[in-house]
Structures are given as structure tokens and as C-alpha cells.
């Protein structure tokens, strides 16, 4: 029987002040994934499985889900692998300002011996130069458990990021400090430094160690690509040689607006405070995804075109443009203008994202619109905007010959 | 009498099938959605735009937006009238030898509030260069909160200093996101326009 009580109601409201206020843009997706991933650990067999990995996300204003989890079909029987839980609360930007709290569970399978489980938290500030580029400062917590650390696991950090065209490059500086369980010696027999010794004499170390990371997110067309390379400062007592330099890419290509090949390879550095060791890996798989059209009422549909990425109109002949709108996770896309007399014009698909019309626009100045799932009639980002006299806005398009 | 029936009959068949494929080749009436009172309307503003030399295209094509937006018939005539005066008022302001785009251009600023003086200001300092471009961007700043005597004396400023219509036309995007990231429409757009190079043509050589 639920009790009402003070912690509980407190509990209550907090959730409820986070939600988001705005539903207007949220989105829930889900994803499976299905293939063949392969690792191979030093000191362990190298192991390949079958793997099914679900995931599901909401998108909200402010508020981020998600949830994943991973099984491995290794022989026989199947193994709960690499599993997710996370969450994220966002504030709105103000004054190039921002603030964030994000809070995991996940589990960190690499075989029957080397796997982890942890729970974390962590807290970022936001400076957003602009929608293309910011840097954050961050501050959490992790605590990982049946593994030789004891205390918490601090981490701090920062990161900046900026857009180039279509790639996205990141990179981020995050130390972790820690204490554990360690040998009194090391492999030299030599003493080392204890902070502390627990009640069986064993030696309680500090240890600390720093990563720096580049990434790199390039979308093209039906084309996704992650790349990152990272290296790892500390002492010899705290990362290993094989954990000094790490790299990984990993590719996802739309062959349908729901369904990709996944493939990626790469090297993860071992991960102390976990207990896990640095691996290798590779992983080979198709990826379904079902982006569930949102029905009139439950969310306002007019956000679905704020929601488009990008928009651009190119010359394709005498007197004809090519229209294209770049939106992922819709039914449709429309246009329409005093070229088409206002009548609108349903834009066709051409891989994930990409949706484009080949429409007679003569040079000159032009009022256009764009509706994505037969929603509110937009103007399309990036272009000149004016009040169309019937409570809208309408893009003003300048086409030179 | 029959004959005379029959001829007449005859006749009117002959006339029939003459007209009907143009009649089947006349698609639907755009503006057939509208009531009796908004078509006559429609009508007579284009029809007092061509006697008056004004595009009239601008006029049809408002009523033709508000159809197809689903706008009730008063706010479509409303829309409608405002679009001629504006184009009246455009023409007066610029000059005869306005093209066009300019005139459309120079239309939605004046709806957009962009004052009169403000359009005369940028044609005289035009050099015979289209202005059609500062006039969309202009309208495009007042849209989005910038006060229209900083939009206008902004714009006018960047234009005497030669920036061209690339430079003009990056910066409602640019401003966009300024205010998205937070910052007032106003201190935008003068950050924005600090980076747009001044490019005058070169001094002539003294003789």
C-alpha cells in the first residue's frame, strides 16, 4: 500500500517541476538493433555473439530518456549484456547560459568474468555561443560496485564543441579520481604509497587519471558517421600502456527511413575504477527504427517543421529550383508558395532525411511555406520571414537567376 | 417554325461543343472558396493595380495564401487590401521605375512597419542598385523584434557601406540564433552587422 509522506510528496512535486512545460517537441522513439559483435580482452579467449539490442527514447523540451539494453546469444543460451538507463534535465538557454543534471544506471558486460555495474550522476553548465558551438563545464559522481574501488569515483571535466557544415567535432577533458583496494607492492616488489590500510592490511591508494577525447559526427544524407580518438594521462600505476591511446568509429547508413546497417570497430581503453580491462571490438548489424507519427491533440503539430534541420533551394534549370528540406521522423513534407498559386506540393523522400521538389520558380522575390505531417504551414528556417496577415509567418525566398 | 427551332437548336449544340473544351480547359476558380463579396474584391484590386501600373500578381496571390490557409473570408479581404495599398504606397515612395521585385519587397516592409522615409532613405543611397534585397531583410528584422528605426538605420548603414546581398542576406539566420541563444533582437542585429565588412569602391585617382 503506497503511504503518503513527506519524502514522497517531495519526491512528487521535484518530478513534477521537472517535466517539461512544453510538450511541444517531444518525440518518442525506439530502436532494435540486431547483428554480430565480436571483443576480444587481453588474457581472454576472444568471444563473438549474436547480439539484440533494444532502445527507446523520449525527447522532450527539456527532458531527456532513454533506455537500452543489450542480449547476446553466446552458444546456447543468452547473456543480459550492456545495458542503460539514463535521464537529463535541461534548462532553457538564457543569456548564452544553461544548466544540466543528468543521472545514470548501466551495466557494462564484457564477458562472464570482466563485467560492472554502476550508477552516476552529473552536472554540466552550458555556454552556448550559438547553435553552432559551445563549451561546457561538468562535476559528478559514479559509484560502481563489486569492484576493488571504494569510495565514490569523482569526476570532472570540460568539453567544447562546434559545427562544420555537416560534421559536428567535440572534444572533452574529464579526470576521474578515486581510491582502491591495491597491493602493498608493485610488480618490482617495490612499496607503494598507502592513503590508508583496511582492517586485512590491504593498502587503500589514491588513484587519479585524466582523458582527453576528439569526436567527430558527420551526417550526409543517409549517411551517419562517429569517430573518436582519445589518450589517457596518469601514472604507470593507474593506466596501463594498452589503455594510453584508444580510437573508434562507427557508421550507420539508411537504406529506408526506418531500417540501417549498423558497423563499427574500435578500441576502448580499461576502465580502473570500473574493473574492466581495455578491449577491442567489432560490431556488424541492421537497425530498425519506428519513429511513431504524433496524432493531432497530442502534441502541437506545428512544432514538427521548427523541427526541420535544413532547408535549401538550388538552381536546376531554366526557370527550376530544386527545393529540399532535411527532417527525419515524419510522413510528409509539403511546400507551397506563390509559385505553386498556393497550392501545395507534396515534397518525395529521398533517403532518411532528405525530402525534395523540382518546382518552376522564376527569378525574383517569393513568398513560400513548408507543413511537415500536414501540420501548421511554416516558414522554412533560414529563410527571410514576414506576418502573412492570417496570424503566420511566411518565408520570403530571393531567387537570382 | 420547326425549321427555325431546329436551326436555332443546331446552332446553340455547335456553339456548345465549341466551348466546351475550352470550358473543361479552365481549371478550378482559385478564388472560388471565397464568398461573393471577397471574389468582387479580389477582382477589383487586381484590376485597379493594372490600370494603376502596380503588380498585380502580389494581389491575387494573397487571396490564393489565405484560401489554401483556411483564413475566414474578412481577414482574407483584410490581408487582400492591405497587400494593394501597400504596393500603391510602394510605388509612390520609389518611383516609377521601380521593378517589380522592389516593389513587392518594399510592400512587406511597409506591412512588416518599416516607415516610408526609410524606403526613400535606401533608394536614394541605392547608386541604381536594387534595393529589393535590404527591403526583404528589413522586413525580415522588424519581424522578429527589432526596433524599426535601429532595423532601418542598421540596414541603411550596411548598405552605404557596400554590403552586398549575400552579406544582407546571412543576417536574419544569424540574428535568429542570437536570439534564440538569448540575446535581445536589437543588440543582435548590432553584432551581427559589426561583421559584415565595409566595402566601398575605391577612391578615383586625382588627376
Redesign the interface.
Known amino acids: 500500500m503506497f503511504a503518503l509522506n513527506r519524502p514522497s510528496v517531495l519526491i512528487a512535486v521535484a518530478a513534477a517541476l521537472c517535466l517539461p512545460q512544453g510538450a511541444a517537441s517531444a518525440q518518442v522513439v525506439s530502436r532494435l538493433e540486431a547483428g554480430a559483435v565480436t571483443s576480444s580482452t587481453p588474457g581472454f579467449v576472444p568471444s563473438s555473439a549474436l547480439s539484440l539490442t533494444p532502445d527507446l527514447r523520449y525527447e522532450g523540451q527539456n527532458v531527456k530518456l532513454s533506455a537500452r539494453g543489450s542480449a547476446w546469444l553466446d552458444g546456447n543460451s543468452w547473456d543480459f549484456a550492456d545495458a542503460r538507463l539514463s535521464g537529463s534535465v535541461t534548462t532553457p538557454?538564457?543569456?548564452?547560459?544553461s544548466a544540466q543534471l543528468m543521472a545514470n544506471a548501466s551495466r557494462a558486460y564484457y564477458d562472464r568474468i570482466n563485467q560492472n555495474q554502476q550508477v552516476a550522476a552529473e552536472a554540466r553548465v552550458h555556454l552556448?555561443?550559438?547553435?553552432?558551438g559551445g563549451m561546457w563545464l561538468e562535476t559528478g559522481v559514479a559509484r560502481p560496485w563489486r569492484v576493488a574501488v571504494v569510495s565514490a569515483v569523482d569526476v570532472a571535466g570540460a568539453g567544447a564543441w562546434t559545427q562544420v557544415g555537416p560534421a559536428t567535432l567535440t572534444g572533452t577533458y574529464t579526470n576521474f579520481a578515486f581510491t582502491r583496494i591495491a597491493s602493498a607492492s608493485d610488480s618490482t616488489s617495490s612499496l607503494q604509497t598507502c592513503v590508508a590500510t583496511t582492517d586485512n592490511s590491504r593498502c587503500l591508494r589514491q588513484s587519479h587519471f585524466s582523458d582527453v577525447q576528439g569526436s567527430v559526427h558527420f551526417e550526409k544524407g543517409p549517411v551517419e558517421l562517429d569517430a573518436q580518438s582519445g589518450y589517457r594521462f596518469g601514472d604507470a600505476t593507474d593506466v596501463t600502456p594498452d589503455s594510453r591511446r584508444w580510437a573508434a568509429a562507427n557508421a550507420v547508413v539508411w537504406l529506408t527511413s526506418d531500417v540501417a546497417m549498423v558497423v563499427g570497430a574500435g578500441r576502448q581503453p580499461s576502465n580502473p575504477a570500473r574493473g574492466l580491462p581495455a578491449r577491442n571490438y567489432a560490431n556488424l548489424g541492421m537497425m530498425f527504427a519506428a519513429w511513431p507519427a504524433m496524432t493531432a491533440g497530442a502534441v502541437p503539430i506545428e512544432a514538427r517543421a521548427s523541427a526541420i534541420s535544413k532547408f535549401a533551394v538550388a538552381a536546376a534549370g531554366p526557370s527550376l529550383e530544386r527545393v529540399q528540406v532535411h527532417i527525419a521522423g515524419v510522413q510528409s513534407v509539403e511546400v507551397?508558395g506563390?509559385f505553386t498559386?498556393?497550392?501545395?506540393v507534396e515534397m518525395v523522400q529521398r533517403g532518411r532525411d532528405l525530402w525534395e521538389a523540382l518546382l518552376p520558380i522564376a527569378d525574383?522575390?517569393h513568398?513560400i511555406n513548408v507543413r511537415v505531417d500536414g501540420g501548421k504551414?511554416l516558414p522554412p528556417?533560414?529563410?527571410?520571414?514576414?506576418?502573412?496577415?492570417?496570424n503566420?509567418?511566411?518565408g520570403?525566398l530571393?531567387v537570382?537567376e | 417554325m420547326k425549321r427555325l427551332a431546329g436551326r436555332r437548336g443546331l446552332v446553340a449544340l455547335i456553339a456548345l461543343a465549341a466551348a466546351a473544351p475550352s470550358l473543361f480547359a479552365q481549371g478550378p476558380d482559385p478564388l472560388a472558396k471565397l464568398d461573393t463579396a471577397g471574389r468582387a474584391l479580389v477582382r477589383s484590386l487586381v484590376d485597379s493595380a493594372r490600370a494603376e501600373g502596380l503588380p498585380s500578381e502580389p494581389v491575387l496571390s494573397k487571396a490564393q495564401e489565405g484560401v489554401a490557409k483556411h483564413a475566414p473570408n474578412p481577414a482574407i479581404a483584410r490581408a487582400v487590401r492591405t497587400v494593394f495599398l501597400s504596393l500603391r504606397q510602394a510605388r509612390n515612395t520609389l518611383g516609377p521605375k521601380a521593378s517589380r521585385d522592389e516593389l513587392t519587397a518594399a510592400a512587406a516592409a511597409l506591412q512588416a512597419g518599416i516607415p516610408a522615409s526609410a524606403l526613400a532613405d535606401l533608394r536614394a543611397s541605392g547608386h541604381g542598385k536594387s534595393i529589393t534585397v535590404p527591403l526583404v531583410v528589413l522586413a525580415d528584422l522588424v519581424t522578429r523584434g527589432v526596433p524599426r528605426d535601429m532595423a532601418s538605420h542598421t540596414i541603411l548603414q550596411l548598405w552605404m557601406g557596400g554590403a552586398g546581398d549575400a552579406d544582407l542576406l546571412g543576417l536574419p539566420k544569424a540574428v535568429e540564433q542570437d536570439i534564440v541563444s538569448g540575446a535581445a533582437p536589437g543588440d543582435a542585429l548590432v553584432n551581427r552587422a559589426r561583421t559584415i565588412p565595409i566595402r566601398l569602391p575605391p577612391a578615383k585617382v586625382p588627376e
Open positions: 538557454v538564457r543569456h548564452h547560459l552556448v555561443f550559438s547553435q553552432a507551397m506563390d498559386d498556393w497550392q501545395p525574383g522575390v513568398q504551414w528556417p533560414g529563410t527571410p520571414t514576414m506576418r502573412d496577415g492570417f503566420g509567418e511566411v520570403m530571393v537570382h
